[in-house]
């Protein structure tokens, strides 16, 4: 939708185009399956792990009454800090995605070994981080307003709607607000990334080959730019962002340091 649009006009036909010319397989509706697993679990893992140590490293630094007068700034700072790392981590991978599921059938390998070294033996593809820029055009801000809006989000379910002290909800009811509070968060960061997640998609095309950033979005149309595909994004995001902050607060619940937030009523 994102890429070719005059083709995939929505996402149900989408599905439909894409399973009867390339089937439901790895080469179909699942291709680029590995270089993303791989590379978001790379980046996941740097995400949330460095997050949790700028926040305290940026906390420390502010001191106890300024990290808690500026608190949305120091989970905006930590956010971004993580990011900006775990886009290294995420890069190549992310570069093959982009490539294998953007190119025509049959022109471009599918299976993760060959693409890599098709990738590597193009001079213009600039592999493994030439996308790294653009990456944390889209990553950055998204990261930050997934973190931000994640914890205040969070925090109004529990000071407004579950009112209860905290330890008096299940784990179950925890983390079913943990996930509407990612789900919430996540369509914050589906529109916030989606024009630069159009140029990096874009730029997978081979009639772009060369092409600046600048000119590409002159070509698809700045108003496109944040609307073409932005639903889709929407519930893959929002999905995605519930699901994440879901296992997070599992794995830190069975280390017994319990859930994301409280309430923030004084």
């Known amino acids: ?19 009867a010319e390339d ?31 700028f926040k305290d490293v940026y906390a420390n630094l502010a001191g106890q009454k300024a990290a808690k007068d500026y608190e949305g700034l120091i989970w905006l700072a930590g956010s971004a800090s993580a990011e900006f790392f775990a886009d290294v981590a995420l890069c190549p991978m992310e570069m093959v995605k982009v490539k294998v599921q953007t190119a025509p059938s049959g022109t471009f390998p599918t299976s993760l070994g060959a693409a890599v070294a098709a990738m590597r033996a193009d001079p213009n593809a600039g592999f493994p981080f030439k996308s790294l820029v653009p990456l944390w055009s889209r990553q950055i801000p998204y ?24 330890n008096e909800y299940n784990k179950a009811t925890q983390l079913s607000i943990t996930f509407a509070s990612g789900y919430i968060a996540g369509i914050v960061c ?23 950033y600048g000119q590409i979005a002159t070509e698809i149309g700045y108003g496109n730019l944040f609307t ?9 995001i929002g999905t995605l962002t519930g699901l994440q902050w879901w296992i997070y607060d599992t794995y830190k619940s069975s280390l017994g340091l319990g859930t994301s937030g409280g309430s923030g009523k004084k």
């Open 23 to 53: 089937g439901m397989g790895a080469k179909g509706i699942w291709k680029g399956w590995l270089p993303t697993l791989i590379g978001y679990s790379m980046q996941g893992a740097c995400k949330f792990g460095l997050y949790e140590v």
């Open 190 to 212: 589906a529109i916030v990334s989606h024009p630069a997640d159009m140029l990096v998609s874009s730029r997978g095309k081979a009639s772009n080959v060369g092409k600046t």
């Open 143 to 166: 990261t930050m307003a997934k973190f931000f809006f994640f914890e205040k989000v969070v925090r109004l379910f529990y000071s407004y709607v579950f009112t209860k002290p905290k």
């Open 228 to 236: 073409k595909g932005l639903m889709a994004r929407i519930i893959m």
């Open 1 to 19: 939708m994102q890429v070719n649009p005059e083709k995939f006009k929505g996402i149900s036909s989408g599905f439909k185009i894409v399973a």
